[in-house]
């Protein structure tokens, strides 16, 4: 069954990093855009970074600006978040969304915890 399968999630200390990874399952991810996004408890879905196929294009939220970073391996077929300066505020449950032209995949969710 074609779909997207995150992992990397758990607790991080305040301050700490993580490193999220989305996988394609059934298919390549090499003509997606992938995106990343994350919702928290009694919040609606915020979209944080998102990677052009090329891997040229990227656009990070102002909330995760200079402390997340996104990257894709097509060789690999994922596409990781790197999460640092981590914050409390940065819990949530975090998916990656795979784009490309009528084709829309969205993983299961990863929960991202970050406490002391």
């Known amino acids: 069954q074609l779909g997207l399968v995150e992992s990397g999630g758990g607790l991080g200390l305040p301050g700490g990093s993580l490193r999220l990874s989305c996988a394609g399952s059934?298919?390549?991810?090499?003509?997606?855009?992938i995106g990343w996004f994350r919702q928290a408890p009694g919040k609606e879905r915020e979209a944080l970074s998102c990677?052009?196929?090329?891997?040229?294009?990227?656009w990070y939220a102002d909330s995760v600006k200079g402390r997340f970073t996104i990257s894709r391996d097509n060789a690999k077929n994922t596409v990781d978040l790197q999460m640092n300066s981590l914050k409390p505020e940065d819990t949530a449950v975090y998916y990656c969304?795979?784009?490309?032209?009528?084709?829309?995949?969205w993983g299961q969710g990863t929960q991202v915890t970050v406490s002391s």
């Open positions: 969304n795979a784009v490309y032209i009528l084709r829309n995949y």
């Open positions: 059934g298919f390549t991810l090499k003509n997606y855009a």
């Open positions: 990677i052009s196929s090329s891997g040229g294009d990227i």
